[in-house]
């Protein structure tokens, strides 16, 4: 089946720790987005990538960083320059442009110890 | 930037009472996703709009494109407690190269 994976499903991070989230798909989708979920909040956008090799910054992408090697997949890694790394972490896909309809992964819970 | 504002908040229902919910913006929209995050999950594609007035049933939801183009409608039939979690819509607007996502419809349904 054609999905959007995310592993783990919580990560525990110790301060000053930097933690590497994966997402990886199989649709064949040119695009990647990560996003950032607090309680109660809607979906901030933290990096995004439409091409391999290329990416843009999002609304909050201070303390975060990503690579695009490879069409299926986009890490996400969480810098001990994040002040409040505890969210949940959400990655998505679409086709082409960032116009294009959006599909989710199941998401990722890190907590800071 | 682009704000997709969603209304109500949150809700709270008794079991078995329809719900509706809207969601507007202040740009012209091509399309209308609604998708639905169940707690401790992504969030799932519910329906996709594609012009102006169309009205789309996918089970016991429906969702309508509006006719201004800036807003949409998702009503929910005969909830049950399976219906709880977030509802968000979201869009490319009519110019640009972006994506955007509303601020989120809280549902509780009491059994």
């Known amino acids: 089946d054609g999905g959007i994976t995310q592993s783990p499903k919580y990560l525990f991070r110790k301060e000053g720790q930097n933690v590497t989230l994966s997402c990886e798909q199989n649709?064949?989708?040119?695009?990647m987005y990560w996003y950032r979920q607090d309680p109660g909040q809607g979906l901030r956008l933290i990096y995004y990538?439409?091409?391999?090799?290329?990416?843009q910054k999002g609304d909050i992408a201070e303390g975060y960083s990503v690579s695009r090697e490879k069409k299926e997949s986009f890490p996400l890694t969480v810098t001990s320059a994040q002040k409040n790394p505890t969210a949940f972490y959400l990655c998505?896909?679409?086709?082409?442009?960032?116009?294009?309809?959006?599909?989710f992964g199941p998401g990722t819970r890190l907590l800071v110890l | 930037g682009q704000q997709l504002n969603q209304s109500p908040q949150s809700m709270f229902i008794q079991e078995g009472e329809d719900v509706s919910m809207n969601c507007t913006s202040s740009s012209i929209f091509n399309t209308w996703l609604w998708y639905k995050q169940d707690p401790g999950e992504g969030p799932v594609l519910l329906i996709a709009l594609y012009k102006a007035g169309e009205l789309t049933s996918n089970g016991r939801l429906t969702a309508q494109f509006g006719i201004t183009r800036k807003d949409s409608f998702l009503n929910i039939s005969a909830s049950i407690p399976s219906d709880v979690g977030i509802y968000f819509c979201a869009g490319p607007p009519n110019t640009g190269n972006q994506f955007y996502f509303g601020t989120g419809t809280s549902l509780t349904v009491i059994p």
């Open positions: 990538s439409q091409i391999v090799n290329d990416f």
């Open positions: 998505a896909s679409s086709m082409g442009r960032a116009r294009e309809t959006q599909y």
């Open positions: 649709l064949n989708h040119d695009a």
